[in-house]
């Protein structure tokens, strides 16, 4: 009973000077006319004195940590600024990764297999070349063609040539360089290869030609070949079928 009654004769305190600094230091403004206590009627007020006396220019000086120009505000401030300041480095460093990514995607030779002109032109233009098989090159000609071309050095010749290229177009594929230098060595060699091809149809072609003079003198040689009876007006008849034959 004794606590009973000394709780309820317990009485709540409020300090409206304590309450107006509080206040004030937080959030709301710094306003001069709550500075308690004040300095009464013609400055006389000796609690005035007391309290402010030592500190004249505290009232005078906001210092508030959120006013205008408070620390907290002025870090709040910076913190923004340096916030701002990393999000453009972010944008830059990853810009400047975007175009390092795609740098290496252009030059680098592990990667030139999934180039897409190379998949959809040369691949298919070169794929004689990266797929060479000495024995192909001869396939489907007859025995003394082939033994002509052997011969002659045709052949190795063209084995060579043909080797080259694909070491060439190798190193190329797999060398770090610019995507535009290596499209135009794919083109070169592309050049390349077909002037071997022309080349090398050229001789086979002779070859068989040759082959077949050979044949001919055989058989002229061994009578096989009937000349018919020429005479002076053998010559004038021929001309006379080709004027009649004429087409213009």
């Given at each position: 009973?004794?606590?009973?009654?000394?709780?309820?004769?317990?009485?709540?305190?409020?300090?409206?000077?304590?309450?107006?600094?509080?206040?004030?230091?937080?959030?709301?403004?710094?306003?001069?006319?709550?500075?308690?206590?004040?300095?009464?009627?013609?400055?006389?007020?000796?609690?005035?004195?007391?309290?402010?006396?030592?500190?004249?220019?505290?009232?005078?000086?906001?210092?508030?940590?959120?006013?205008?120009?408070?620390?907290?505000?002025?870090?709040?401030?910076?913190?923004?600024?340096?916030?701002?300041?990393?999000?453009?480095?972010?944008?830059?460093?990853?810009?400047?990764?975007?175009?390092?990514?795609?740098?290496?995607?252009?030059?680098?030779?592990?990667?030139?297999?999934?180039?897409?002109?190379?998949?959809?032109?040369?691949?298919?233009?070169?794929?004689?070349?990266?797929?060479?098989?000495?024995?192909?090159?001869?396939?489907?000609l007859s025995a003394g063609i082939?033994?002509?071309?052997?011969?002659?050095?045709?052949?190795?010749?063209?084995?060579?040539?043909?080797?080259?290229?694909?070491?060439?177009?190798?190193?190329?594929?797999?060398?770090?360089?610019?995507?535009?230098?290596?499209?135009?060595?794919?083109?070169?060699?592309?050049?390349?290869?077909?002037?071997?091809?022309?080349?090398?149809?050229?001789?086979?072609?002779?070859?068989?030609?040759?082959?077949?003079?050979?044949?001919?003198?055989?058989?002229?040689?061994?009578?096989?070949?009937?000349?018919?009876?020429?005479?002076?007006?053998?010559?004038?008849?021929?001309?006379?079928?080709?004027?009649?034959?004429?087409?213009?």
């Amino acid at each position: 009973m004794l606590l009973a009654g000394l709780s309820h004769a317990q009485k709540s305190i409020r300090d409206e000077s304590m309450v107006n600094q509080q206040e004030r230091m937080v959030f709301k403004q710094w306003d001069r006319s709550k500075f308690t206590p004040t300095s009464g009627w013609l400055g006389i007020n000796p609690y005035y004195w007391l309290t402010w006396g030592l500190h004249p220019n505290y009232p005078k000086t906001d210092l508030r940590p959120l006013a205008g120009t408070g620390p907290q505000l002025q870090r709040l401030s910076l913190a923004g600024l340096q916030k701002d300041a990393d999000r453009s480095y972010e944008l830059h460093s990853d810009s400047l990764g975007n175009v390092a990514k795609e740098e290496i995607l252009g030059h680098s030779g592990l990667l030139s297999a999934a180039d897409p002109l190379w998949l959809l032109y040369y691949s298919h233009q070169l794929k004689a070349i990266t797929d060479f098989d000495p024995l192909l090159a001869v396939e489907g000609l007859s025995a003394g063609i082939k033994a002509k071309l052997i011969s002659e050095g045709s052949y190795d010749w063209y084995n060579g040539e043909m080797k080259m290229l694909a070491e060439r177009l190798d190193m190329t594929r797999k060398t770090n360089q610019d995507r535009g230098a290596r499209i135009l060595s794919y083109h070169g060699m592309l050049m390349d290869y077909r002037k071997l091809m022309g080349i090398w149809s050229t001789r086979v072609s002779t070859a068989g030609r040759f082959i077949a003079q050979n044949l001919l003198q055989k058989k002229l040689k061994a009578q096989e070949t009937r000349i018919e009876k020429w005479n002076q007006n053998t010559d004038v008849e021929i001309a006379r079928e080709v004027l009649r034959n004429r087409k213009y």
